[in-house]
């Protein structure tokens, strides 16, 4: 893959938030907002996929001033703006200002299986839906407005996890054989229906090639194992140096290019993705 295959033909950026577009710690995004404007300019969606709330992704999209598809709860449902695409996907339906694909599951029925569970073996975890807004706005470093909003959700439950590795092991064979997904976040672990940052990321793909003219190809960015999923639907994974922890590591990296960032955060993602775009935009100067 050479450096004129990114000033030609389409490509889509799907990105993990927290600790890769912005902070772990602040949530700041400050060293990626030139960039970001630039790849506006030259037709570059960048498509946000994170295990936060529409709520809060709506907040976040006006913040950055991105108008693209967006992805909420690790891959649950996709939002796309209504009248994006010249025609509405085959499998989405409409809500308010969005056409929605949901391939995850009710929240309802997540808190209705950890409730039986909880009855059963225990819940050594602080779950969202049964915290306050104070306790979130500690566990998150979130301001409090910001932890209600995170709140507000409707495919999946994160679990700030208070026992042992051991109890965590079994809590995720007991809920995928009751047909759920867990998934490890920087922070949580997430409980969801069958679905993953990477396969709505292919879902949402096909919407472009489907709607849109193009080979569509795909650069994922991302700093934690629940992105594992979406850094292997890519044609390119960049993978952000985490705040904590080792890099998560592609079992196959053989089928695509694999780029790692020294910094953390934003400046790691602008490290590893300004440099593919460069021809592009040769007015780009360095921050």
């Known amino acids: 893959m050479t450096q004129n295959d990114f000033s030609h033909g389409h490509w889509l950026i799907v990105s993990d938030l927290d ?3 912005l902070d772990h710690c602040d949530y700041s995004h400050g060293p990626v907002d030139r960039l970001l404007e630039q790849l506006d300019r030259h037709g570059v969606p960048v498509l946000l996929n994170s295990s936060k709330t529409r709520a809060e992704m709506l907040d976040l999209r006006r913040e950055l001033s991105n108008r693209h598809p967006f992805i909420v709860e690790n891959g649950s449902a996709i939002f796309i ?40 073996h225990g819940a050594p ?33 994160p679990l700030l996890w208070r026992g042992s590795e051991a109890e965590k092991r079994a809590f995720r064979r007991r809920a995928a054989s009751a047909g759920f997904r867990t998934l490890e976040g920087g922070r949580f672990l997430h409980l969801l229906g069958p679905t993953d940052k990477g396969a709505a990321t292919l879902q949402l793909l096909d919407c472009y090639r489907h709607c849109r003219p193009g080979d569509y190809r795909l650069i994922a960015a991302g700093d934690s194992p629940n992105d594992l999923d979406m850094l292997a639907a890519a044609d390119v994974a960049v993978i952000v140096r985490p705040q ?25 993602w602008r490290e590893c993705i300004e440099p593919l775009f460069a021809p592009l935009f040769s007015d780009l100067k360095p921050q």
């Open 125 to 157: 975890y602080l779950h969202f839906s049964a915290a306050s807004a104070d306790e979130l706005a500690v566990a998150t470093g979130l301001q409090p407005d910001q932890a209600a909003a995170a709140q507000r959700r409707e495919y999946s439950e």
């Open 19 to 21: 600790g890769t577009l």
């Open 81 to 120: 703006p209504a009248d994006y695409f010249p025609e509405k996907p085959a499998a989405a339906r409409n809500r308010g200002d969005f056409w929605i694909i949901e391939p995850g599951a009710p929240h309802k029925e997540l808190l209705a299986y950890l409730q039986g569970d909880a009855r059963e």
């Open 244 to 268: 904590h922890g080792a890099a998560p590591v592609l079992e196959d990296d053989s089928t695509r290019r694999v780029i790692h960032s020294r910094h953390r955060g934003p400046a790691g």
